[in-house]
């Protein structure tokens, strides 16, 4: 029996704390404890999801089980062994280059000084080694393992008798000065991502001394806040998720009432008065549950939001899921740019206005994307919705892969989407200066790392009754009781070069005697032109499906075929994109496209262009020094204006001063993620139409 859907199946039910979790904090039945995960020298992977519901939570689909989900090869295979081989290493060089391991030696008392770097320094530690963690699930590593322990150890030794840790606050400030400002000391932002490392050191490697740190760190935190204590938080957002988290590993109901806590105070209670720039910028000025539209500092709205849809999974709270919704709603339609990057002003790193997109002074940090992500992928554990798993894509291929070079050792902070020419290289963060090693403000390079190091997770997940697939990856999935082996187990392996070839091949390598549901995510650009083959046979996908159902007695050997619609297309912008109005983006596939100098004729610029959206571009060409990267050929126009509007831009509408010379040209785009990868030119996203 084969069918299209295009809608969910229904909530699994239930609130309660996860099967086998018992009040003293025992680990639930779902997680292997230390001696049984991964240990040094075993040669299994076991990567774990960064969230996993436990087995009691509304979640209408669940991550697959440790081992079960691995990118074997392909597009994102390279990125994740450039992520694991040079990121990872460069980035241990730059913690200890940047002063950042040695704030926690000054604290232990191994060495003296003063402390370096942000207040937030410490967080940079704990995103790097969450990333070293998830390698350590994908595939053991003894020098990677060695320095994973290095690290914890020397985070432990910071860490005070009371479970106070932060080295930089605490080389700073007194004691009598912990938590005094709330809003821009980031202690429990730096707490958050100690947690999400320890939770997936102890998940993906078996090591579990960074977790006794975590729990000695909650238990200082429900000594200070609290219903009967503090009402407050802080002014970033993170601890909200990774409490969660750590509740779903051990099983403590008090931590996920802590997250709950801190989730909830935020715009009631605690709306940081006298904090510069104001509550909004904080998500605070009115309560998450009334919010209706993300605002102020981006990543702090998003991450913020991702805890909420955490809790919302863990508590059955359809009231609070159901506003998490409609404000990601709200977010896609008036506050994304067309690459999904999240965030328009460059003042305190915000959301702007809706449709408050610029091109050129677009903000887009490469944390933002992150965080969006993260929300994106919990809100489709929780609904099920493929649209979820559509702006994990747009994400994934645009606004994230945008921020890290080829190499994978060098970043974006922001991803602008046009650099004009004679543009000034002035503010650190420009892309005008092309992509770094580091920044002095460095969240993005190890939140990158930790992001591609857990991508095999975002491919696919598991229901009751089957396996989804929902991103398009070479590599192996597997569900079922027993996965990896078992008598019910479901296991797919895919081959394609996807996102440059629409050709997805799946085979049944293992499958139980009964039917299973598998579910193939269409992506936009291809519904109404999808093809699929089961046996050789053709399935039919109705027009309008957003994924296709297919319910069989699998047999291993089965062979499937889909193929997807890659035709270039033109898309335009909602008339109240004042920035892009008049003009149209190029997308392929997945992928957001644009103009670069580097491939243009010497004589041209790309500030000049003008494009004819009525001739399809044709695919070029692979280009072997961007990684084999598809490039379009676009029809249009080079652009001249008259003399007398060369001299003053504002010429009469209508007179001969506003006249244009278009010369025929042909211009050749690439997809935006490549840009600046040999060297930094002028680009743009957003290209100008051909008069008709």
């Known amino acids: 029996m084969t069918h299209a859907s295009t809608s969910a199946p229904a909530p699994a039910s239930g609130s ?13 039945a779902h997680d292997a404890p230390p001696s049984e995960s991964l240990t040094s020298g075993s040669a299994g992977r076991h990567l774990a999801a960064p969230a996993v519901p436990t087995d009691s939570a509304r979640a209408v689909l669940r991550p697959l089980s440790p081992g079960a989900a691995r990118i074997t090869g392909g597009f994102w295979h390279t990125r994740q062994q450039r992520n694991r081989t040079a990121a990872l290493r460069s980035g241990y060089e730059q913690l200890e280059a940047s002063g950042t391991f040695r704030n926690f030696r000054i604290v232990a008392g191994t060495e003296q000084g003063e402390a370096s770097g942000m207040i937030f320094q410490d967080s ?11 390698e350590l699930g994908r595939e053991d590593d003894e020098a990677l393992r060695a320095m994973a322990r290095e690290v914890t150890a020397l985070i432990a030794s910071a860490q005070q008798e009371d479970g106070y840790l932060n080295a930089v606050h605490t080389l700073r400030h007194s004691p009598a000065e912990r938590y005094t400002n709330l809003a821009w000391n980031h202690e429990l932002y730096c707490y958050g991502h100690l947690i999400q490392a320890a939770v997936a050191l102890a998940r993906n490697a078996g090591e579990t001394e960074l977790l006794e740190v975590a729990l000695r760190i909650v238990d200082h935190l429900r000594t200070i806040f609290g219903p009967e204590g503090r009402a407050a938080t802080g002014g970033h957002p993170v601890i909200e998720m990774a409490l969660v988290e750590l509740y779903r590993y051990t099983g403590r109901e008090e931590i996920k009432e802590l997250a709950r806590f801190f989730l909830d105070v935020r715009g009631r209670e605690e709306t940081f008065p006298g904090a510069r720039p104001g509550p909004g910028y904080f998500s605070a000025r009115v309560p998450v ?4 539209s993300v605002e102020g500092h981006a990543v702090r709205a998003l991450y913020l939001f991702a805890g909420a849809t955490d809790q919302a999974i863990e508590d059955g709270d359809a009231e609070l899921l159901a506003r998490t919704e409609a404000v990601f709603a709200d977010l896609l339609a008036t506050k994304t740019y067309v ?3 999240m965030g328009a002003r460059w003042d305190f790193e915000a959301f702007g206005d809706p449709f408050e997109m610029t091109t050129d002074r677009g903000y887009a940090e490469t ?12 809100l489709l554990l929780a609904t099920g919705k493929p649209a979820y798993a559509d702006a994990v894509e747009r994400l994934l291929y645009n606004a994230f892969l945008a921020g890290v070079s080829l190499t994978g050792t060098e970043y974006f902070y922001v991803n602008s989407l046009q650099l004009r020419e004679g543009a000034l290289a002035d503010e650190g963060r420009s892309i ?14 190890p939140n990158i790392m930790r992001t591609f190091a857990s991508l095999d997770h975002l491919v696919a997940t598991a229901a009751s009754d089957g396996l989804q697939i929902h991103q398009y990856a070479t590599g192996t999935w597997s569900t079922g009781a027993g996965a990896a082996g078992g008598s019910d187990e479901l296991r797919v392996s895919v081959t394609t070069e996807y996102p440059y070839d629409g050709l997805v091949r799946l085979h049944i390598d293992a499958a139980p005697g009964s039917a299973r549901r598998l579910t193939l995510r269409i992506p936009p650009f291809s519904r109404g032109a999808a093809r699929l083959t089961l046996r050789g046979q053709d399935v039919q996908v109705p027009g309008d499906a957003e994924q296709v159902e297919l319910v069989e007695v699998f047999s291993p050997g089965d062979e499937l075929e889909l193929q997807l619609d890659l035709t270039p297309r033109f898309v335009g912008a909602h008339h109240r994109l004042d920035a892009s109005r008049g003009a149209v983006a190029l997308e392929r596939g997945p992928l957001v496209y644009a103009l670069e100098n580097a491939d243009q004729p010497d004589a041209v610029t790309v500030d000049d262009a003008a494009v004819d959206p009525a001739k399809i571009p044709q695919p070029g060409a692979a280009i072997a020094e961007l990684d084999g990267a598809v490039p379009l050929a676009v029809d249009g126009s080079v652009v001249q204006v008259s003399e007398a509007a060369a001299a003053w831009p504002y010429p009469v509408h209508g007179s001969a001063d506003a006249a244009e010379t278009r010369t025929a040209a042909t211009w050749t785009a690439i997809p935006y993620f490549a840009w600046a990868n040999r060297g930094v030119e002028p680009m743009r996203v957003w290209l100008p139409l051909e008069e008709e």
């Open 16 to 28: 309660g704390p996860a099967d086998g979790a018992s009040p003293t904090g025992d680990r639930q």
């Open 289 to 292: 549950r009334e919010t209706t």
């Open 124 to 134: 940079d530690v704990y995103k790097w080694l969450e990333a070293v963690a998830f």
């Open 339 to 341: 690459t999904g990057g």
């Open 432 to 445: 005008a200066h092309g992509r770094r090693g580091w920044f002095d403000c460095a969240c993005c390079p």
């Open 367 to 378: 944390c933002a994307a992150i965080g969006a992500i993260q929300w994106a992928w919990r």
